[in-house]
């Protein structure tokens, strides 16, 4: 009672013809960005690369610069609800 259409590792279903007219499946949008990225910053170690990638680390800065990035709106966005509170500016139009 053995079927060769059933792979047994998986029990998947194997194909019988091993037709492989069909393409490839492409990767995800955000894998081809982030290899177009990649082969954009390292750009085969060219020193304008270099300083890209280092101004993008934070190497400058001591940490990742999305740090600062994520801390400047939350911080701007803190400050505006202190003054709110302070000025007594009216909540939601009221």
Known sequence: MENSDVNEDSGMKVD??????SPAPQPPADERL???????L???GRPAAQKIRNFLNGTWL?????VVLKDVPAGAWTVAMVF???IGAP???N
């Open 91 to 93: 909540i939601l139009g």
């Open 62 to 66: 001591g940490e990742p610069l999305h």
């Open 84 to 86: 709110d509170v302070i």
């Open 16 to 21: 019988p013809i091993g037709d492989s007219s």
């Open 34 to 40: 982030q290899k177009a990225l990649d082969k954009a």
């Open 42 to 44: 390292y750009a085969g």
